[in-house]
């Protein structure tokens, strides 16, 4: 998967009224068999794990490709991919793909009109330039996608420094005199080639273009010694802080698009390396914006504090992000809760582990992240009694090993959900009648009389019996310390689960019964007015809380409703941010309509999109 | 709905399973050049492309017999280029011709190239025998051909053509990625579709182990249970992985702490939901349960948070709910995924079972290469100091 992304060689093809001429490439050996053939027996898909072959159709194109490849088609000489990519007026300026066996090549071609020398000559001459990246037959779409784009913008900036100097005239003239002087002299290739990188800057642009894809993914070449091409791919530049992850340019455009005002930004690189991602020219707002960086604060105060509109700051992020520079995080704070992230690459021989004791010494990687097994903030971590530095060295653990998306955060989401036995995909009528949310058990035996079932065959149920289904070998108890470890976790997080009860709906209903008669009126008429926005069903579960004869708490609630945040769309977070409510007041909210709101914890699915990538 | 993106072959990075929009005949013709002899539907490619591309349709001899796919002008085009040498019947002393299928540019198209190489392969056979390509008076025939391969292979991706006295068998092969490798402590899980499929289409190996995939055993005691090598049974798992038939699973116990991922899923489609409804019934004659309960007991799974200890809170069996279906319909559709527990060796040289503790190997695994119970494997990590236990 790794080396779908590496290009195999680039190409430069030139094509005037004079003909073509494949003028440079880059590696220099034969390209393309002696290269494809023994990565295809590697990556081949092939189906080793066929029982029975009932149909042999792919493993006769693999003995029949290589049969050609010992053959006639020993790489593809020069003068036939020059013929290939000197592409018909109708094809250029826009892509072109072609797939020949294992390799894929993708190019943009461009025409280019000769700078012109005289003014008086009126024929326009134009010549066609084509850059061609070869590529694995197997690169996915989006990879093929992102090689076009570099061919376009090489493309386009030769174009731009052809009208400037009448650059691409001269480096292609010397090119050209270079291939016709040695191959009079009978040079092999290799060397004209070689030569040629040495004599023309655009070979050697295109030379230094090639090993920055197969290294680093992320280029930045000057053209002309005027013009800077930056460019990234994403899908390799990402694997430098995560090996053997694919982020492709959609996942990265997904979680951009998801971005907030609330979202903060941490960095991934030194503040000396962003610079690699920005022409110089435009480095000026990205300083502003680093003067301002924090991992502490969100998007919107950064925007302030830069003194930039947050639309500005969106596009900036948008782009370190993209470059592999900075990642997306909620910003750090004490109750944000963290997890160790499913994919983390946490094992003895992990490079990481040495990492991390040598950015923190005398600590073990192991050791602290084995706290985060279960969801915890730091907060939890610190006691008041410690020192403050303890805290700050922990945050700096923490945002370590969000850097290296070792932690995940986990976001409490909200959905409103009546706790009533029918629903609105109910087949069954006969129980309609009956509404006892508060009551389960009574409801079962209601609905177990009227299906003709036994009340005590249910109160006798027996409790689950937990070695259901397993071997005698793998039989598992569940020992002790998982349900001390379950009782544990349910008091670190703050808002637990549906049963966790606390003592806030006590004081809501004792609230109301001091309320003046006169005000109860109004009130009731509000209340009124308030419950029409829920449907019959769920006006009669709410009516059952006690909180809901509270004005204040039941317009909150209606309010929040009506904003659609109790559809598991929006973490508590969001609501806070967007209504301006406080944590408290609103896991308070939260606690007293327990009864019709289910309320869980999740990973946010923007910023997990660019984690699960396994 | 990156997971999705990621087990379907349906969205592979951005590119899609496309149908063949068009299947065309390309020949030099000895007087008028590179033309399409034979396309259906007609016009789907139009003259003005045709000339664009035709390089790449009927190209230079070195480039002959080579799987050839030119993708540009908002068209795809999979061709088998071919020459036949043969002085007395040619005007040209060699026919030159390319049978090619069309997609969209941006549709998938490495599973037709063998299908396109091997319809030539048929064509070049017919050609020699009875000149069905280069008589013009056999242009309805082919025609035919085209038509039912272009029918037959979208439908049903299998195409079956008796022409004269040549019968073509064509068939669209799937490439999907390599499936995982399957352990013993893995669960393999029958995918409903398939359950109705007569025991006798499968090899011997599956048919006889096929009766113990149920969900709940995993491959181990499959093995164990069949009669049959664990290897073997391995493989045949892996095969049936590939081709999407069984899906694996953690192994379900009742210690197993799962967390959700995605849940907004399964309310928000309404045809989920009653699916679920339909297979977490404990009892399918009575009531099914609510998806309002059903949603509780999901929402419920959190880390740190026992399968056992959700079970004792919420009694889903008294809402004819049975949390073992509950649990694997939620690995299925991964609105949950299982939370591993690995033990993980900080000291400096590891002995004995503390060479299983890199991080690498499961709880679960450990147990099952052992052959020990989780207690006692419990019991040694609780008491080795140099061991830490990671759940992820």
Known sequence: MDSNVNPLAVILVYFDSKGDRLLYRYPYQTLGQEVATEEQRKYRKRNPFAVVQTDDLLQTTATATNSTSSGQLQGFADEVLSALFAVKPQLCNQKFELKLNDVRFVSHPTLIPHKEQRPSNASK?????NIVFALHAQASYSIVKCYHELSKRLGLALKFEEQRSGYLTEQTGQMARTHDEQSQEQKPLEQTFELIAERCSLAQALKSIFHDLCTTGLLSTSLNHNLTLCFCLPAKAHQLHKKGSMVDPETIARCLRALKPYHGMLLLVDFAELLDCVPPTGARMLWQLVDAYNPL?????????????????????SHLVYWAKATIIYPLCETNVYVIAPDAPL????????????????????????????????????TPLQQPARQGILAQMVLWMLQHHLLMQLHTYVQFMPNDDDDEFAD???????????????????????????VFSVSSQPLPVPSIGLTIGQRRTISENHS?????????????SSSHKSNFSMTASLSTDNCDSLDSMEDEQKLKELLLVFTDADR??????????????????????????????????????????????????LDKFRDVLIIYETEDPAIASMYNNK | MHSHAKDGSINVGGSHEGKIRCIFLSEFHATAGCKISCQVPDNYISKEVFDAINVYIIPKQHLQRCILTVNAMDVKIVGYPVGIQDQQKYARNAFLFNLCFVCDSRARSVQYEPVVKKLSEYLIMMEEESSILSREDNKVRLQNIFETVLRDLNERKVATIVEGDNTIYLKIVMHKPDPPAVKDHMVPLLLANLRDTPLENWDLTTQQILPYINGINHVARIAAEADVETDLVKSCIQNLVYYGVVQLLPILKYGNVYMTQNLKHLIQSSELSNACRKYVALNPDKMLPSVQRIFQFYASMTHGVTLRAICQRLCPQNHNIDERKMVIFGLQHKFIRCIHKYPVFTGSVPSGRQKMYTGLISFDEICCKTGLSPCTIERDIEKDTNVTVIWK
């Open chain 1, 125 to 129: 001459q134009q010549m066609l330039i």
């Open chain 1, 297 to 317: 604060i969100s998007l919107q105060s950064m925007a302030s504090n830069a003194d930039l509109s947050i639309e500005h700051v969106y596009k900036l992020v």
């Open chain 1, 347 to 382: 094992h003895t021989k992990s490079h990481l582990v040495e990492k991390f004791s040598a950015r923190f010494a005398g600590m073990s990687l192991f050791e602290v992240i084995s706290d985060f097994s279960l969801p915890t903030s730091i907060g939890h971590l610190t």
């Open chain 1, 428 to 454: 069954s009528a006969s129980c309609t009648a009956q509404r006892h949310s508060d009551a389960d058990e009574l409801d079962d035996q209601i609905e177990d009389n009227l299906h003709g079932g036994s």
């Open chain 1, 484 to 496: 001390s470890l379950a009782s544990a976790s349910d008091n670190i997080v703050v808002q637990a």
């Open chain 1, 540 to 589: 009669a579960a709410i009516r059952r809380i006690p909180a809901s004869l509270n004005v204040d708490d039941l317009s909150l609630l209606v309010k929040l409703y009506q904003m659609g945040y109790f559809k598991s769309e929006h973490h508590l977070e969001e609501i806070m941010y967007f209504e301006n409510l406080r944590r408290s007041q609103l896991l308070q909210l």
